[in-house]
T-cell receptor, first 113, second 113 residues
Framework: ETGVTQTPRHLVMGMTNKKSLKCEQH?????MYWYKQSAKKPLELMFV???????ENNSVPSRFSPECPNSSHLFLHLHTLQPEDSALYLC????????????FGPGTRLTVL | DAKTTQPPSMDCAEGRAANLPCNHS???????VYWYRQIHSQGPQYIIH???NNETNEMASLIITEDRKSSTLILPHATLRDTAVYYC??????????????FGTGTLLAVQP
């Protein structure tokens, strides 16, 4: 247990569905991250939030919409996804000062049919 | 693009030390070297990090060369549960409280009984 939880752990959705991924951190951190890991590819950073403000968007398509209502929660809203969006989606958090190591959640395995 | 290069795979006998090499010849002066590992389909697990001094914790030791162009992660007594993909990562500051981990393809360490 890293103190970062993600739900659901597995999700299957059609291309016309709308779903949301949730991440919660219990570490008192101020920064949160979304990563995508496709089969046989390195982890790719998608979004970064610092104190609820989005500070990085790595050219992610608009069908992925992040939301950070507070420093402990992060959502990734999904709509009209493509089969190539099937991947493991990972959330991480880090603190502002001192050791700002990123701690990862277990991930959500997404399959788009 | 990843700023590190690692061998794609390595084997190690159970109970022996595992030495995982990493090259990061373009690392900048304020960029840390981080090591994570990922067991199949789980979130990456933080192992250790360093800037220029050698580091040791309960999981591993990190040896960084004096010119900082390469490093070695040492697992002193590998067990079967250490079988995983090991990522050597250069952490790039983004400004403010956030940072960016640039993942490569890692080294698959297979610990043999």
């Amino acid at each position: 247990e890293t103190g970062v939880t993600q739900t659901p752990r597995h999700l299957v959705m059609g291309m016309t569905n709308k779903k949301s991924l949730k991440c919660e951190q219990h570490l008192g951190h101020n920064a949160m991250y979304w990563y995508k890991q496709s089969a046989k590819k390195p982890l790719e950073l998608m979004f970064v939030y610092n104190f609820k403000e989005q500070t990085e968007n790595n050219s992610v398509p608009s069908r992925f919409s992040p939301e950070c209502p507070n420093s402990s929660h992060l959502f990734l809203h999904l709509h009209t996804l493509q089969p190539e969006d099937s991947a493991l989606y990972l959330c991480a958090s880090s603190q502002e000062v001192g050791p700002d190591t990123q701690y990862f959640g277990p991930g959500t395995r997404l399959t788009v049919l | 693009d990843a700023k590190t290069t690692q061998p794609p795979s390595m084997d190690c006998a159970e109970g022996r030390a595992a030495n995982l090499p990493c090259n990061h010849s373009t690392i900048s002066g304020n960029e840390y070297v981080y090591w994570y590992r990922q067991i199949h389909s789980q979130g990456p697990q933080y192992i250790i990090h360093g800037l220029k001094n050698n580091e040791t914790n309960e999981m591993a030791s990190l040896i960084i060369t004096e010119d900082r162009k390469s490093s070695t992660l040492i697992l002193p007594h590998a067990t079967l549960r250490d079988t995983a993909v090991y990522y050597c990562i250069v952490r790039v500051p983004l400004g403010g409280a956030t940072n960016k981990l640039i993942f490569g393809t890692g080294t698959l360490l297979a610990v043999q009984p």
